[in-house]
């Protein structure tokens, strides 16, 4: 049997669950002691190049009642989360000092800003410290596909056959009760909104999105969608619309910080399958979650240049930084009503459609000729659910420097008539 190393650290980032969580149970099969960390660093509430806050206030609160709920889920396995609102370096410097930490382990990230920062972490640990690293945000791991990602197709749907046809989703990682012995005692409080910056609000009552952070809230959501109310059934169905909690599973912003994992709604999809039916709609929510894979794997292969104007496929475009434009996009005020329902949706809830996104999106690069960065750091900022990897590659994909082989410009005027004809959705947000 291996030999247990005796204190190691589990450096949380966008992995907060205890549940089907490869990095955490690696951590606790080889310890006997763990301890759990997570940085909120200053930069993930400065501005950026463009002039928004990294993280605005509706991903910020989510974030805290995320932690909240994680430490309490750690409490009950002996381990301890210490949350820092400062720099990792020095902090991660002094607990392997103190608690003579033998060992970090974290989920792997590969775009450019999380890599700087882990490398630079790393540089910090005395050499006896090892570092263990493992992608664990997948739906389909890396090593299970038949491809390197480098090789990763450029269409989705070449992408995705490959995976359907000869991948498997692994199972859930169970956790084994461990024998830790006791955990670092503390008297630890996670920060406030107010000491990351922010005041306390209530959200607006109109949201589509009005559930709390953490995984007990994302596994009661997965419950209420799948079996409760079987939403699921006919997801396929109702995906495109913009009003209401059950129109999409809204499982993003979960999915994004790591506190429900991919697999886990995978296998709920096989549950209900198996309980009571399969059709078109239950296999639809897993078709998009292959667009959340798709997106990752692109970021992996692409590395900065979903980040360029000229985005992956290096096509020039003459684009604008036409100010007044872009402020009347982000305050919801420009000539398209439909544009500024969900513009205004976004800014007061964190929320918005997939179909909102892409229309909203559509407007600012295709028909205004923004640059397409500007928006894309504007829902970083505002989001909910910002993952850097469905965030860039979807405004790639509509900006027409992406993984869309057709160079395609929304008809908002449509747009609008098909899915809000009877301005049910303006009327929310406009009135
Ligand atoms: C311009 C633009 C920016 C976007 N930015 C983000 C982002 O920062 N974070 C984010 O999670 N999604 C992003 N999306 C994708 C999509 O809009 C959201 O994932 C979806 O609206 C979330 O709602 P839901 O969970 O109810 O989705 P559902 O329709 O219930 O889908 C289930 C899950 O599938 C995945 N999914 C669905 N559509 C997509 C898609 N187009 N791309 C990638 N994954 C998808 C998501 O993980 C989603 O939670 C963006 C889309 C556009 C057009």
């Known amino acids: ?10 450096w949380f980032t966008d992995n907060l669950r205890v549940r089907d969580n490869f990095v955490l149970s690696a951590a606790m099969k080889a310890s006997r002691q763990v301890i759990g960390v997570y940085f909120l660093t200053p930069e993930k509430f ?15 609160k989510f974030l805290l009642q995320t932690l909240n709920d994680l430490k309490s889920e750690l409490d ?23 608690y003579d930490v033998k060992a970090v382990y974290h989920q792997k990230e590969w775009t450019d800003e999380e890599v700087k920062k882990i490398d630079f972490l790393k540089k ?64 630890f409080k996670l920060p406030t909104l107010e000491q990351l910056g922010f005041e306390d609000f209530e959200i607006d009552s109109r949201t589509a999105f009005s559930f709390k952070g953490g995984s007990k809230a994302a596994e009661q959501r997965l419950d209420h969608y799948f079996f409760k109310t079987q939403s699921l059934g006919v997801y396929k169905k109702t995906r495109n619309g913009l009003l209401g909690e059950n129109y999409s599973s809204k499982f993003s912003p979960w999915l994004a910080n790591g506190s429900l994992s991919a697999r886990q709604i995978y296998w709920k999809i096989k549950a209900f399958e198996e309980q009571f039916y399969a059709n078109q709609s239950t296999y639809w929510l897993i078709f998009e979650l292959i667009w959340r894979d798709f997106f990752k794997y692109i970021s992996l292969k692409n590395g900065n240049a979903i980040f360029k104007l000229d985005g992956i496929l290096n096509t020039v475009y003459g684009w604008s930084k036409n100010s007044k434009f872009i ?20 800014k007061n809830t964190g929320w918005m459609s997939n179909r909102g996104r892409q229309n909203v999106a559509s ?44 160079d395609r410009i929304f008809d908002l005027k449509r747009q609008a008539e098909i899915y809000d004809h009877d301005k049910s959705f303006r009327n929310h947000w406009l009135k």
């Open 327 to 346: 402020k009347e996009w982000t305050e919801g005020r420009t000539a398209n009503d439909f544009v500024n329902a969900n513009m205004i949706e976004l």
């Open 363 to 406: 407007y600012f690069a295709k028909t205004l000729k923004l640059d397409w960065r500007i928006g894309a750091a504007y829902f970083e900022s505002m989001l909910l659910d910002y993952d850097v990897h469905s965030n860039y590659g979807n405004w790639m994909y509509v900006s027409g420097v992406g993984n869309d082989p057709r």
């Open 76 to 98: 009950a396995l002996n381990i301890s989360l210490l949350v820092f609102n400062t720099a990792g370096e020095k902090q991660m410097r002094e607990l392997v000092k103190i």
């Open 124 to 187: 910090t640990l005395p050499a006896n410290v090892s570092v263990h690293e493992y992608y664990d945000q997948f739906l389909f791991h890396p090593d299970d596909v038949t491809f390197h990602y480098s090789e990763t197709p450029k269409v989705f749907t070449q992408f995705r056959k490959q995976l359907e046809k000869k991948a498997l989703v692994r199972s859930l990682f169970s956790m084994q009760p461990q024998e830790l012995s006791s955990k670092v005692e503390t008297d």
């Open 46 to 60: 400065n501005d950026t190049q463009f002039g928004f806050k990294k993280t605005e206030k509706f991903r910020a």
């Open 1 to 10: 049997m291996q030999q247990k190393q005796n204190t190691s650290i589990v």
